[in-house]
């Protein structure tokens, strides 16, 4: 029985070594064949891998440029070759810089940063009493001062005798606002009226 079992065990180790064989001869026929698709690919990878790092790291400096640029102009407004860096460079940060300047300087600039073209246009709105400009900034949705621009349009309506139109205005105005005391006493205002 022992020999028996001992020549199982053979063939057994024999027959997983031939699969083994086998299989280290169809990978290595399988890597033939396919050979110059899968060094293509391993080079694409790399490149692909080097490019994304390489561009990452130009963004990355570029940013940086950007940064101390701006820093340059605000510590010294009137530097032009920081200006060009930050045109080049970001122009967020560049339509920021001529923002800052302008305010500087008493100008109203216009500008494409969201947040600082709606106060452009809310500036613009409030030094030529142009109540159709409050309007149309007042009723965005996000703008950074709604409740404010709504009850200077009221203060305007006002101003010019329009008191019903004011007070509607002011009911725009939600209780929970920083600027409902101004409107409230505005609507004391308008009861008289």
């Not at 990878?45 to 102009?73: D, G, H, L, M, R």
């Not at 970001?90 to 008493?106: H, P, S, V």
């Not at 621009?149 to 939600?174: H, P, S, V």
């Amino acid at each position: 029985m022992a020999l028996k079992d001992n020549i199982d065990f053979v063939k057994n180790e024999i027959s997983s070594e031939e699969k083994f064989l086998e299989g280290f001869v169809r990978s290595e026929n399988f890597f033939k064949k396919y050979k110059t698709i899968i060094i293509a690919a391993v080079v694409v990878v790399i490149v692909a891998v080097v490019a994304y790092n390489v561009n990452s790291y130009n963004n990355e400096q570029s940013k940086i440029e950007a940064n101390i640029a701006f820093n340059t102009i605000l510590e010294n407004p009137n530097d032009k070759d920081a200006l060009v860096v930050l045109e080049n460079n970001n122009k967020t940060l560049y339509d920021l810089a001529l923002y800052i300047q302008g305010n500087k300087e008493g100008k109203i600039v216009d500008t494409n940063v969201k947040f600082l073209k709606e106060l452009s246009i809310y500036q613009k709105a409030l030094e030529t009493k142009n109540i159709a400009a409050l309007n149309s900034v007042s009723m965005q949705k996000d703008f950074l001062l709604k409740e404010f621009a709504i009850f200077n349009r009221a203060l305007f309506l006002a101003q010019d005798g329009k008191y019903k139109e004011a007070k509607t205005t002011l009911k725009l105005i939600k209780s929970d606002s920083k600027v409902n005391e101004l409107a409230s006493l505005l609507n004391h205002y308008l009861i008289t009226k």
